[in-house]
């Protein structure tokens, strides 16, 4: 079975750009949670999606957005990079909404660096 | 305001030894725990987890052991094997304001495991 998947793996823009990030959950899953892992820090939450809304966003600007697809797929955008933009994003699928039991599955995330 | 602590960021120790990686919290509203471990270049994978209503689980090699008074948990690896060797992350599953969950993580401690 396919895990999360996400494109692209890496990608380098500069700043002030526009960037997009995609993510397919696993077969059956509804809920995308999407992640930034600053290098040195952990994971931190930045929107969670579920049946196609939003169900909770992190502390984050209004530059950062994402939607979910009826096929539960779902994408992070990203307007007006600044440096400190660079990090992994990680995209976590969960057959509900992440609670108890039912717990995330990483993909391997985008790499994107902005210089 | 980091609310989970992992203050040790690295650990060395000998195939065949007891690893012992430890995680503080700071909300006491905290109900589930979980240990991701990851390589490079790839997503966080889950390992196990933990409710607060028990002190303790297992699941082969790996033991995570919670202290609710002390609110700090600890993951014991035994025997510890060189494919051990990656950052772990602890992770404290958390409501958002919309009551959804989100994970808020540490940032992580990385095992190495000498042969």
């Known amino acids: 079975d396919a895990g999360v998947t996400q494109s692209p793996t890496h990608l380098i823009k500069t700043r002030g750009q526009h960037v997009t990030l995609r993510c397919s959950p696993i077969?059956?899953?509804?809920?995308v949670s999407w992640y930034q892992q600053v290098l040195g820090q952990g994971p931190q939450f930045i929107f969670q999606?579920?049946?196609?809304?939003?169900?909770g966003r992190g502390n984050f600007p209004d530059r950062f957005s994402a939607r979910q697809f009826p096929n539960y797929s779902s994408e992070l955008n990203v307007n007006a990079l600044l440096l400190g933009d660079s990090a992994l994003y990680l995209c976590?699928?969960?057959?509900?909404?992440?609670?108890?039991?039912?717990?995330?599955?990483f993909g391997a995330g985008s790499r994107l660096t902005v210089l | 305001d980091q609310q989970v602590k992992q203050n040790s960021p690295s650990l060395s120790v000998q195939e065949g030894r007891i690893s012992i990686l430890n995680c503080d919290y700071t909300?006491?509203?905290?109900?589930?725990f979980l240990w991701y471990k990851k390589y490079p270049a790839e997503g966080p994978t889950f390992l196990i987890s933990?409710?607060?209503?028990?002190d303790k689980n297992e699941d082969g090699r790996f033991t995570v052991f919670l202290n609710k008074s002390a609110k700090h948990l600890s993951l014991h690896i035994v025997p510890s094997q060189p494919g051990d060797s990656a950052v772990y992350f602890c992770?404290?599953?958390?409501?958002?304001?919309?009551?959804?969950?989100?994970?808020?993580f540490g940032t992580g401690t990385r095992l190495k495991v000498l042969a």
């Open positions: 992770a404290a599953q958390a409501r958002t304001t919309s009551g959804t969950y989100k994970y808020i």
């Open positions: 909300n006491s509203m905290f109900d589930y």
């Open positions: 077969s059956g899953h509804k809920s």
């Open positions: 933990i409710s607060s209503i028990k």
């Open positions: 999606y579920y049946e196609k809304e939003e169900r």
């Open positions: 976590a699928s969960s057959r509900g909404q992440g609670s108890g039991a039912n717990v995330l599955t």
